[in-house]
């Protein structure tokens, strides 16, 4: 059986299932306010099916799969059927028989993530299950006193402590609404809307193609929330592109590596990360929007500096007039990405709304816009294409998205029922002599080592939750750390020896991995230092509040950054470089002394 069979074989069906999960999502925005028992475990009712059987690739995974989906599916329904009598048991199994539902919940949502995203953050979740229930037997100040069974599993399965809890909240109200923006989105116009924009804008400059790249894999990836798929959608085009115009191979791949990555920093999006940090800080979304930009831009203007270094190293020509979008086209195709954005954005600052309700209305305006295209409406056929396609892949990105909160959801929960979070975050203040830079400098290193083996956003997750504490014990707000370490669990998109973007783009473009990698690093440079000039220069983050004072940390960080940049790519003796580099660093730290 191939993944094709598994899926094609039901597709009505799948269809249905598809469209039955967009609307509920989109329903409980617009239709008000659903008991947390009831929505919650009705999300993880409808991702089983996509996580355990629509990928199926044998039968004994489709059999297992099937059987894993039934049970979850059904214990899932319990809990929803049963929320009102299970809210008077305080998060106490009473009996055998919801033993065995906490237990079938618990196996399934680590098997989901597994299969979805591979071993790493299961078996740090089975872990953290292991020292819960076993804890107490552990010497020393990392043991603990020992948690019931009845309450322990209780408080993970039928309370929101656990795998109901605030993570999976996100999930369901804001993230999944967020998918399906991006969803219908890249199936109408709007990609090739983001690609004849960036050309339009670039394309005629010096290595106007790897700047085409920037633009438009920082537009989509705005929306898709991942490296890896920015990467193989915008890459497809752009890598081709590079290479036929005399790109060294390891910096198109590279270009297209670092581009993609940034995508998810960039507002007003962000991946599903922003909406994850929304929950755990407090901040409104916009807030997270406003202090996220300046550094996002800071971002790609060292990749732009970057790429005028190479470009006068390997004389990279621009794009010919005769291979550019006329002018015509680009500006019917942006519309297809203006339209909606434009909406979302009024949504937010004009009317008022609650980000997932502005995102449902833009929702609206792009599936209206699936039915047209370049020359006018579309044939029926091609807009039911385009349907399905928008509905299937919203249903496949939240199921793995939803996989990866209910698991880090199991290791949040046992981090504060246990107590352990307290005592990692002691922990790191005693490692670090009770000093911000080591401690900062402890926190990166967690974050590149957990970033190598599980998503980004699991990765922010749960480096945040043991680490954030004793950050803003030193001394900084809640919204530096967390931004902080979101950057950092950025770093293994492009750092080896696990960097998944380089892996991608090294592979479409046929290039030793290891020479784009080390290219990727010294274009990326901004993902290493902004997350440090961030803390010595706090006030970048302040836009909304003292516009004057961001923009002059911004600019004191741009100059850092373009020394830095440009000593690294484009100068080549070593003293030079070294000066340079050592200058641009004491730009963008200076916030440290000043």
Request: net charge positive; hydrophobic share 60%.
């Amino acid at each position: 059986m191939t993944d094709a069979s598994a899926a094609s074989r039901f597709r009505p069906a799948w269809l249905l299932l598809a469209a039955a999960l967009v609307i509920y999502h989109i329903g409980l925005v617009f239709w008000g306010l659903v008991p947390n028992l009831v929505s919650r475990p009705l999300h993880l009712v409808f991702i089983l099916p996509w996580v355990f059987i629509y990928g199926a690739k044998t039968w004994a995974r489709l059999v297992s799969g099937a059987v894993l989906a039934g049970a979850g599916v059904l214990a899932a329904l319990w809990i929803a059927v049963s929320h009102d009598a299970l809210s008077d048991q305080y998060g106490f199994l009473e009996n055998r028989f919801q033993i065995g539902i906490a237990v079938v919940l618990l196996v399934c949502v680590v098997e989901a993530a597994r299969r979805a995203i591979g071993w790493p953050l299961p078996l740090v979740a089975v872990a953290a299950l292991a020292y819960a229930l076993l804890g107490q037997h552990i010497p020393g100040e990392f043991g603990h006193s020992g948690t019931p069974l009845k309450s322990f599993l209780g408080t993970m399965t039928i309370a929101e402590g656990g795998i109901w809890g605030s993570l999976t909240a996100v999930s369901v109200g804001v993230v999944s609404i967020f998918v399906i923006f991006g969803a219908v989105l890249n199936a109408g116009e709007a990609g090739q809307g983001f690609m004849n924009a960036a050309a339009a804008a670039a394309g005629h400059l010096k290595g106007g193609a790897a700047k085409v790249s920037v633009i438009s894999s920082a537009l989509f990836g705005s929306i898709s929330g991942s490296a890896s798929a920015n990467v193989a959608s915008t890459g497809a085009i752009t890598l081709p592109a590079m290479v036929r115009l005399g790109y060294p191979k390891r910096l198109a791949g590279a270009v297209e590596a670092v581009a993609s990555s940034g995508g998810q920093i960039m507002p007003p999006l962000m991946g599903a990360g922003a909406f994850v940090m929304v929950e755990l800080t407090g901040v409104p979304y916009t807030g997270i929007m406003a202090a996220a930009v300046l550094p996002a831009v800071l971002y790609f203007f060292a990749v732009w500096v970057g790429i005028n270094a190479y470009a006068s190293r390997f004389d990279l020509r621009g794009i010919d007039r005769d291979d550019r979008p006329p002018g015509r086209d680009v500006l019917i195709t942006s519309a297809f990405f203006l339209v909606p954005f434009t909406v979302l954005l009024w949504g937010m600052f004009g009317g008022g709304f609650t980000p997932q309700y502005a995102a449902c209305l833009a929702i609206l305006a792009g599936a209206v816009l699936l039915v047209f295209g370049r020359g006018g409406v579309c044939s029926p056929e091609r807009i039911a294409q385009r349907l399905f396609s928008a509905l299937l892949n919203a249903a496949r990105q939240i199921a793995m998205i939803a996989s990866i909160i209910f698991c880090a959801s199991i290791i949040i929960g046992v981090l504060s029922i246990t107590g352990l979070g307290v005592k990692i975050t002691s922990l790191i203040l005693s490692g670090s002599g009770g000093m911000l830079w080591p401690t900062l400098l402890l926190t990166a290193m967690a974050c590149l080592v957990l970033g190598m083996e599980v998503p980004t956003t699991a990765a922010y997750v749960i480096c945040v939750s043991v680490a954030g504490p004793a950050l803003i014990q030193q001394g900084l707000e809640p919204l530096q750390a967390h931004l902080f370490v979101f950057w950092f669990a950025l770093l293994s998109t492009i750092t080896p020896p696990v960097c998944g973007a380089v892996f991608i783009a090294a592979g479409m473009i046929e290039e030793n991995w290891i020479k784009v990698a080390l290219t990727a690093m010294a274009l990326g440079v901004g993902l290493y230092v902004i997350p440090l000039g961030m803390i010595a220069n706090p006030n970048v983050l302040r836009i909304a509040e003292d516009p004057m004072m961001a923009i002059f940390a911004f600019l004191r960080l741009a100059l850092g950054l373009w020394m830095l940049s440009y000593g690294l790519i484009a100068v080549r003796a070593v003293l030079p470089k070294l000066a340079l580099g050592a200058a641009g660093i004491a730009a963008a730290m200076s916030g440290v002394w000043l």
